[in-house]
């Protein structure tokens, strides 16, 4: 980056304003008052510190929280040290490529070129790869990632992280065997994908079931690994 970074929600706010032209950013106009402040905003902070803790972000319809916990959170990331490494996941694949050509906008807008000097050298449908060796790669959760992950295997500054963007579409309600299936790949595959113990494992979401992927880790006795 070009000089000390400047703040994640300042960067937010900077970026919305300029380069998306948003200019009632954090204005309450669905009785959800303070929510970027008093939830995105501190749970990627504390994230970006390597405050290397799994989060749970269970918030309603266009609260834009995948874009404030998400595209946001990896764009600044990439910023501040280009090695960085996130495995962005959801059941939407679409969700998946609508998110991306937003991070891609952010990422070639000349207002990120003149706070950070990150370099990206080859994009696609499901990857961005910067000079300095980062990666973000994104992919559908039933669909295979093998030798992908998040995060790096330098444990001392945070470098990364799994991002898992809403796991349970609405109609996952009325598909139990579906919600189920979301479930046991979370157990069984995504959270082998962390590089080092360190790396976290960020939940972006809505409650739909007592049985979907937030219950199933509130439920559960073990911490989620």
Same mark, same amino acid.
């Given at each position: 980056?070009?000089?000390?970074?400047?703040?994640?929600?300042?960067?937010?706010?900077?970026?919305?304003?300029?380069?998306?032209?948003?200019?009632?950013?954090?204005?309450?106009?669905?009785?959800?008052?303070?929510?970027?402040?008093?939830?995105?905003?501190?749970?990627?902070?504390?994230?970006?510190?390597?405050?290397?803790?799994?989060?749970?972000?269970?918030?309603?319809?266009?609260?834009?929280?995948?874009?404030?916990?998400?595209?946001?959170?990896?764009?600044?990331?990439?910023?501040?040290?280009?090695?960085?490494?996130?495995?962005?996941?959801?059941?939407?694949?679409?969700?998946?490529?609508?998110?991306?050509?937003?991070?891609?906008?952010?990422?070639?807008?000349?207002?990120?070129?003149?706070?950070?000097?990150?370099?990206? %050298?080859? +994009?696609?449908?499901? =990857?961005?790869?910067?000079?300095?060796? &980062?990666?973000?790669? #994104?992919?559908?959760? !039933?669909? /295979?990632?093998?030798?992908?992950?998040?995060?790096?295997?330098?444990?001392?500054?945070?470098?990364?992280?799994?991002?898992?963007?809403?796991?349970?579409?609405?109609?996952?309600?009325?598909?139990?065997?579906?919600?189920?299936?979301?479930?046991?790949?979370?157990?069984?595959?995504?959270? %082998?994908? +962390?590089?080092?113990? =360190?790396?976290?494992?960020?939940?972006? &979401?809505?409650?739909? #079931?007592?049985?979907? !992927?937030? /219950?199933?880790?509130?439920?559960?006795?073990?911490?989620?690994?």
């Amino acid at each position: 980056f070009r000089g000390d970074p400047i703040p994640y929600k300042q960067f937010v706010i900077t970026m919305e304003r300029v380069v998306f032209e948003n200019k009632v950013l954090l204005k309450d106009s669905l009785g959800f008052p303070n929510y970027l402040e008093k939830t995105i905003f501190p749970c990627v902070e504390r994230n970006l510190k390597n405050d290397a803790r799994n989060r749970l972000i269970n918030a309603p319809p266009k609260t834009a929280k995948s874009k404030y916990a998400g595209i946001y959170h990896m764009a600044y990331q990439m910023g501040v040290f280009e090695g960085s490494r996130f495995l962005y996941i959801s059941t939407d694949e679409k969700l998946l490529a609508v998110q991306l050509r937003i991070l891609l906008e952010i990422m070639q807008s000349s207002l990120y070129k003149g706070t950070f000097t990150t370099e990206i %050298t080859s +994009r696609s449908l499901l =990857n961005i790869s910067t000079k300095g060796g &980062g990666i973000i790669s #994104s992919r559908g959760i !039933l669909a /295979g990632i093998t030798g992908l992950g998040g995060g790096t295997f330098d444990t001392e500054r945070y470098t990364g992280s799994i991002i898992f963007d809403e796991p349970h579409p609405a109609h996952h309600l009325h598909q139990p065997s579906l919600m189920q299936e979301v479930v046991n790949k979370f157990y069984d595959t995504l959270v %082998t994908r +962390r590089r080092n113990i =360190n790396v976290p494992i960020i939940i972006i &979401g809505q409650r739909i #079931s007592d049985n979907d !992927l937030f /219950g199933a880790l509130l439920r559960s006795e073990r911490e989620y690994p």
